[in-house]
């Protein structure tokens, strides 16, 4: 939460300039889009069991390292118990570890792991959260710091309060819209 709640702070300063920045094309960090394509991925287990509670994260926005933190801490979950059968979990973990942010299976997973190593001081190398993320809180930073505690958001970890095709892995910047 650290470096979402750094981010945002900065953009407190920036004001109500960057609403109405966010949605002009701006840039390398927000025109790339073909490479912030998330794979599409099916696995019949992750599907059933990581997905009832919230969308099916993609394996591709951790480290391997994260996620068998993840997974290995399923009885206490964010404050819910998600544990699973041993060989259900171990399925699991194998499926997230093929194609984690370090797997080199995916653009996007180079990407989160190139910015998880910029800076020594503070760098998670294992966050439990995808929202913890460099990559993630350096794409959010033109969103205004309050529209993530808006009760149609409630979480930056709810993606799909704004990524309306989140449920069908699609993030397309095209298919983001921030409830008011
Ligand atoms: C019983 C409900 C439940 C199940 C089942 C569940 N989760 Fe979660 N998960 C949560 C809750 C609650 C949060 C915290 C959401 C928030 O902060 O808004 C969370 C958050 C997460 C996050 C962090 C999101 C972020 O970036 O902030 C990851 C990663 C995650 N879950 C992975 C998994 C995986 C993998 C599975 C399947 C093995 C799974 N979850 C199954 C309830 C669940
Ligand atoms: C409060 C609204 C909001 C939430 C919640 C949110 N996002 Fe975003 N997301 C945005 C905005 C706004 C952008 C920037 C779009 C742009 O580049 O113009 C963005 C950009 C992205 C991009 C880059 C898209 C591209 O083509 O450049 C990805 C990938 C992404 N978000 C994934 C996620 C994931 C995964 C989650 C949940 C863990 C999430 N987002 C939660 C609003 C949100």
């Given at each position: 939460m650290n470096y979402l709640m750094r981010g945002i702070g900065v953009l407190a300063t920036v004001g109500t300039i960057s609403l109405l920045a966010f949605s002009l094309p701006s840039g390398e960090a927000h025109g790339d889009g073909g490479d912030d394509a998330l794979p599409q991925l099916t696995h019949k287990n992750w599907q059933q069991e990581c997905?009832?509670?919230?969308?099916?994260?993609?394996?591709?926005?951790?480290p391997k390292a994260s996620w068998r933190r993840v997974m290995g801490g399923l009885d206490q979950h964010f404050g819910e118990n998600a544990s699973l059968d041993p060989v259900t979990q171990a399925d699991i973990l194998r499926f997230l570890e093929t194609h984690a942010?370090?797997?080199?299976?995916s653009a996007i997973g180079s990407k989160v792991m190139r910015r998880q190593g910029v800076?020594?001081?503070?760098?998670?190398?294992?966050?439990?959260?995808?929202?913890?993320t460099r990559w993630f809180v350096n794409k959010h930073d033109?969103?205004?710091?309050?529209a993530w505690s808006r009760k149609a958001v409630g979480?930056?970890?709810?993606?799909?309060a704004c990524h309306r095709q989140a449920e069908q892995g699609l993030f397309n910047e095209h298919d983001v819209r921030i409830p008011k």
């Open positions: 997905a009832s509670c919230h969308l099916a994260y993609s394996p591709a926005l951790l942010a370090d797997s080199g299976n800076d020594k001081a503070g760098a998670n190398e294992a966050p439990l959260r995808i929202t913890e033109e969103v205004p710091r309050a979480s930056a970890a709810n993606c799909a």
